[in-house]
């Protein structure tokens, strides 16, 4: 099929290409990663039903900007190294955001195909092409280091290794400036690597953006707690000009519901932790241990409830419940995530809510108390408040259960460093534009400014603040 | 990496060991941690620094081998590498003058209030320390111990050395004395502390006691370390280790212990069989 010889009515007759899966049944007793990748013969026909609007609604859709139907032409004409670095312009993690970005609410929301067809489901894949062109060029080793400015002896600290973290460091070391990561755990990537699971996200994946990153020359500390091992005063004290503060909303809720503290209740980012950053999925091959629960309660709605459900599947659950205090239709999880959890044997039990925790003798959990909800007035946040059914409380038999329903921001930062200014939430106040700081030289961008948000708005905040920071740099104006 | 400097068994199931850390030297205060790992396929696990020299750059640990991961750290020793080390973590010992100021350490315990002696001494404090063992070899760091206290009291379970009987007696000797305290420092098993908050809280005495739950972070991220102080829950890793004895509880807190202790066999039994923990 030659491109140029598609009209615009035989572009719509296109169906989406569906992106090959592991079968559910198979997956869930593996961590490989679940939808497998186009190959080249689907990348181009799904390229094809790209209709190159001038106006391009899907580009205003993306926090960075990425120039869509670009890239999409290059793969259209098989110039897969033109379409990734077209790509890489403004996207440092093109295979992560593939994989992970809620396209159907930006880029594929606006596109004009998905509006022909009244159906945003049928609007050109876009994350799936992305995730195309960025895996070819993982197949073929190391990425190409990008051109290095001549250095200006200027050294910039970046606190955090998350997506907005690893930006602002390639972003900044692009002009020449010397930059150093400092991160807390013993590993770098932040929820990339902690949080979000191997079955939606291969941890080899962070590994290489991270190694292109010590490739340009960024230097990675690891086991290094800013605020304890040394604070942001102190860094300036070592010489380095300007910080970018990027430490995540790495700090759980609970639900302050009686028996929380009994053995078997997690929060979802101890749960991941333990199985993603210390593999305890290969436990006893690895150190850390996990509960092996046969009957698990997860408890929220989010694409964190969603990861923490199909891990406790992948762990040998037998039943895995998802308790969620609103109908599905208000789930914040993406539909993709929600579907992939029910076709695995996640159990939905929708409006319905926690109020205890029963435990045994030596302290485990056994039963969750819960009662049902009815939809009533919607709330601040637009969507129906669920207020309880009285007298309708239930137990069910559990031995781990987990609870999904947020996280705030991390502390250590602004509390060791007080004219950092916060809201009332903890989240660091910055500048829209510049990510500017209260304290001089100190910027922030991700979810520590955001509040618990997503890979690509975190990407486009390290973005303008590694703008803001090299201009700062260049002229030494505050 | 850090670098180890020195490694030596203090007791049959107990070691020391410097290692080199110059940034955490330089910071670390009374009453704070670290969290290492001995591997890469290792657990993270949280030590509390016993002692340090920052113009020297290194710190000191003190540990008591009891599974896994504190037996591959005894297996290393000088000119070996420690794989990850991350600190100082937690709240330091809030110092000050208090009067005069009861430190107890239990067994391994004994360790960490070292610094904490050393820190109270310094702000001026009259520091008495009793010190806990089941029987006289258990009983560490007693020269230190003393180098740093007005008054050393030794206590063993089974009489092999100084009074005995358990450090709550002694305790309630010193008040029987007609001792007056001011603040009492514990650290040890939680099964001590939580008497030891019993009986200071019969005689109205404040008591600060060390908790060491489970942890993963270190850093607040994960909730792993939480207990129960009053009627919050408190995440060990950053609002404590201390907190106030009297308000602990310690039940909930030794049940959370207990949580891992099959799994923790297996690791044992398959490391003594030499079936892992390559050291990188
Ligand atoms: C389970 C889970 C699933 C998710 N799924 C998706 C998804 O599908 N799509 C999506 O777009 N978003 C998803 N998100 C959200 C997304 O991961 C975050 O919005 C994003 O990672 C935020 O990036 P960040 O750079 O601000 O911080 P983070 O990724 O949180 O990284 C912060 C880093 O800073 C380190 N740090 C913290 N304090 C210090 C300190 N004092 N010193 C040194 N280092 C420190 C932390 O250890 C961490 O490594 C998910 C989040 C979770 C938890
Ligand atoms: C703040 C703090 C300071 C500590 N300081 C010292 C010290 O100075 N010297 C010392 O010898 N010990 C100290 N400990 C205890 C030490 O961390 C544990 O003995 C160690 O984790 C045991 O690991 P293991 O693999 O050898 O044993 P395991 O067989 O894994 O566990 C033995 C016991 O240690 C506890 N434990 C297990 N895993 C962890 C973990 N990840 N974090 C915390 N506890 C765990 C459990 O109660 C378990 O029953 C401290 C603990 C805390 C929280
Ligand atoms: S150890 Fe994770 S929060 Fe304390």
Known sequence: MEAKNLTTKERLQIPPVAMPEQDPRERVRNVSEVPIGYDAAM???????????????????????????????????????????????????????????????????GCVVGKAHKDVDKAVQIGKLERFAADWEMERGEAEVPVIKASTGKRVAVVGSGPAGLTVAADVRREGHEVTVFEALHRPGGVLIYGIPEFRLPKRIVMREVRNLERMGVTVRTNYVVGKTATIDELFDEGFDAVFVATGAGLPLFMRIPGENLNGVYSA????????????????????????????????????????????LRLGAENVYLIYRRSKAEMPARVEEVHHAEQEGVQMMLLQNPIRLIGDDDGWVREVECIKMELGEPDASGRRRPVPIEGSEFRVAIDACIVAIGNASNPLVPATTPDIAVNKWGNIVADEETLKTSKKGVYAGGDIVLGAATVILAMGQGRKAAHAINEFLASGAW | MNK???????????????????????????????????????????????????????????????????????????GQEICDLAGPLGKPTHIEFFGTVVIVGGGIG?????????????????????LGGRTKDLVIMEEKMRATSDRVVVTTDDGSYGIKGLVTDAIQKLVDEGEKINLVVAIGPPIMMKFVSLLTKKFDIPTL???????????????????????????????????????VDFDEMMKRLRAYESDEKTSRERYEQGCCGKHR
């Open chain 1, 43 to 109: 990348a181009l026909t799904e390229s094809q039903r790209c209709l190159q609007c001038k106006n391009a609604p899907c580009v205003k859709g993306c926090p960075v900007e990425i120039d869509i139907p670009a890239f999409i032409k290059a793969i259209v004409e098989g110039k897969y190294r033109d379409s990734i670095n077209k790509i890489k312009e403004t996207n440092i993690l093109p295979a992560v955001c593939g994989r992970v970005c809620p396209q159907e609410e930006q880029c594929q929301k």
């Open chain 1, 269 to 312: 980012n101890e749960y991941l932790t333990r199985a993603n950053l210390m593999a305890a999925y290969s436990f006893p091959e690895s150190d850390t241990p996990i509960a092996r629960a046969r009957n698990v309660a997860v408890f929220g709605g989010g694409n964190v409830a969603m990861d923490a459900a199909r891990t406790a």
């Open chain 2, 4 to 78: 180890i400097l020195e490694k030596e068994f203090i007791t049959p199931f107990v070691f020391r060991m410097k290692v080199e850390a110059p940034e955490i030297a330089r910071k670390r205060k009374a009453g704070q941690f670290i969290i290492l790992r001995t591997c890469d396929a290792g657990e993270r696990i949280p030590l509390t620094i016993a002692d340090g020299n920052a113009d020297e750059g290194w710190i000191e640990l003190v540990v008591q081998v009891v599974g896994k991961t504190t037996k591959q750290l005894s297996a290393l020793g000088p």
């Open chain 2, 110 to 130: 004994i360790a960490p209030s070292h610094p904490i002696a050393q820190a109270m001494k310094r702000a001026g404090n009259r520091v008495i320390s009793i």
């Open chain 2, 209 to 247: 006691v060390s908790l060491n739950t489970i942890m993963v972070d270190g850093t607040g991220m994960c909730g792993a370390c939480r207990v129960t102080v009053g009627d919050q829950t408190k995440f060990v890793c950053v609002d404590g280790p201390e907190f106030d004895g009297h308000k």
